[in-house]
């Protein structure tokens, strides 16, 4: 069972920013892009941002401009840093080990919640 452990939820409000962490184990980390998912009430889970293993990263468009993924390979640990944050971004966010656009494991999913 590989454990994705994700930390740096909360609540903020509009206009905040937090950072989100997910640390993995070093065999799955090392070898794999990783991505960060989010999930809203009543909503579908969707893709937010992706970094490949060599740190090429793409972006949902509703969150271009105002999130940056990031990785640390020496940690094994993917952030993602929210700026700007809105009230549309409240959400469960999840983060996963991913090939290609499929998600092979995943994190517990922290809450964030953004206030207006």
């Known amino acids: 069972q590989v454990q994705l452990v994700e930390s740096g939820g909360g609540l903020v409000q509009a206009g905040g920013s937090l950072r989100l962490s997910c640390a993995a184990p070093r065999s799955i980390f090392s070898i794999n892009a990783m991505a960060w998912y989010r999930q809203a009430p009543g909503e579908q889970r969707e893709l937010v941002a992706r970094?490949?293993?060599?740190?090429?990263?793409a972006y949902a468009d509703s969150v271009k401009g105002r999130f940056t993924i990031s990785r640390d390979n020496t940690k094994n640990t993917v952030y993602l840093q929210m700026n700007s944050l809105k009230p549309e971004d409240t959400a469960v966010y999840y983060c996963?080990?991913?090939?290609?656009?499929?998600?092979?494991?995943w994190g517990q999913g922290t809450q964030v919640t953004v206030s207006s």
């Open positions: 996963a080990v991913v090939t290609g656009l499929t998600p092979h494991y």
């Open positions: 970094i490949s293993s060599a740190g090429w990263t």
